[in-house]
């Protein structure tokens, strides 16, 4: 989850628009020519482009510094109207050119249905007194920012030297930058920290595909090249690919949502990435972050915003990206497991046993260890931990087994195999937020305890169901 404490500072720079959509029925075919006839019955305006994605920054509760060009007309007043009423209150970033109009895309719909868009723009680049004036402007917002987001529609903000300005000035400040690209390739974003390319743009940057995993990773790779940061590909339903200077590279599997419309889903991912990076989440769990966002815009009409409440709620039903609950997991990749989730704000709690037959008192501690926190971590006994520990009948199931079946409970995340004798090893590799134990345990017998909280996590001790244990199970058996 997103922290409800913090609150991050996101400059959001580049091309602002409208979009309008006029909404009514179609019942007929025009007799003047082979056309529909839309019986109009609404109409409404919302922030499209950079608006888009500062209004989504304002949504998901941080603060919001907006820097674009706008015309002298009609559509800039509805543009800070609209933007007003999502909490994006500063609006002095927005640099006036008389010589332009406010880009706007109006769209007709009947329904669900677009039947047409009608653009109305200048993507030619501004003068020089007005570039100087966005440069100023985007200088104003880096100052207070936690991160900056270049928002390049190719609508005419984001020229070659006010892009050199602004990420140099962003640099010069330690800023990390994140830019939204439009352009053929990525050498003019030299210095960005994050580039986050669609599948399209990947591939006219590159001339690669990236139909799989790996084809996707060596695209990202190309492309990194070209700037020197690290790139994140969009790629619809075939999720999202990570690919970070150093080689490392994470996919992200698009979430299973029903698609009522793809406008404005990049610019609340965008926003959705900046603000996690702005709280400081590291960049994999902000991926995820802005993966679940998209999956909620892209189930909303039009172009729309999430809000910090809905993607909380999303991020509390859905698992990591590439993860199943209750799977069973090495090591180290579980260790990574938690600390996206601590990194999400979410409580870890851990607890262990060996579970060969599963009783009642084992699901009593498991409920109460899954209500103590966000997340229940299970440590399993290996088969050869086991036998050490109840002898060489022991255990009657095997490890993949037991670990299917705690894994099945719907209380546990996450089990994790360990071999040694106690599970010390593994609590001080996954640094769980909270240990549970049976109470049949005094606190000072609770191995990894005093680790716990030492690293500011809690101990909890479990009441014992009198009567159920495993080896009373065995014995009843026999008789």
Known sequence: ????????????????????????????????????????????????????????????????????????????????????????????????????????????????????????????????????????????????????????????????????????????????????????????????TLVTPNRKELFEATGLPDDTDETAAIAAAAAAGQFGGDVLVTRAEKGMTLWRQGGAVTHVPAEAREVFDVSGAGDTALAALAVSIAEGLPVESAVGVANAAAAIAVGKLGTAVVTRAELNAALNRTPLAGFEPGALAERERAAQIVRN?????????????????????????????????????????????VKRLKGPSRPLQDEIARARVIGALRAVDLVVLFEEDTPLEIIQTLKPDVLVKGADYQEHEVVGADFVKAHGGRLVLAPIVPGRSTSALVKLAKS
């Not at 820097?67 to 559509?75: I, Q």
């Not at 084992?362 to 006994?381: F, M, P, S, Y």
């Open 1 to 192: 989850m997103l922290d409800e404490r913090h609150t991050g500072r996101v400059a959001v720079i580049g091309d602002v628009m409208i979009d309008r959509y006029i909404t009514g029925s179609v019942n007929r075919i025009s007799p003047e020519a082979p056309v529909p006839v839309l019986l109009h019955s609404a109409g409404r305006v919302v922030a499209g482009g950079a608006a888009n994605v500062a209004a989504n920054v304002s949504a998901l509760g941080a603060r919001v510094h907006l820097v674009g060009l706008v015309g002298a007309d009609n559509e800039a007043r509805e543009l800070r109207d609209v933007l007003g009423q999502h909490g994006v209150t500063n609006l002095a970033g927005l640099v006036v050119d008389p010589a332009r109009p406010t880009v706007t895309k109006t769209r007709v719909m009947s329904g669900r249905q677009q039947i047409v868009r009608i653009d109305a723009e200048n993507t030619s680049f501004p003068g020089t007194e007005i570039e100087a004036e966005l440069v100023e402007a985007g200088k104003v917002a880096i100052a207070d920012a936690d991160v900056v987001v270049l928002s390049d529609y190719a609508k005419g903000v984001l020229s070659d030297r006010v892009i050199t300005a602004l990420i140099t000035e962003a640099r010069s400040r330690n800023v990390p930058i994140i830019v939204d690209p439009k352009r053929r390739t990525f050498e003019a974003y030299r210095g960005a």
């Open 341 to 385: 989730w601590q990194a999400l704000g979410e409580r870890v709690v851990f607890t262990n046993g060996c579970f060969d037959l599963v009783h009642p008192g084992h699901i009593a501690i498991i409920e109460l260890a899954a209500n103590e926190g966000d997340r229940l971590v299970v440590g399993l006994n290996t088969d050869s931990s």
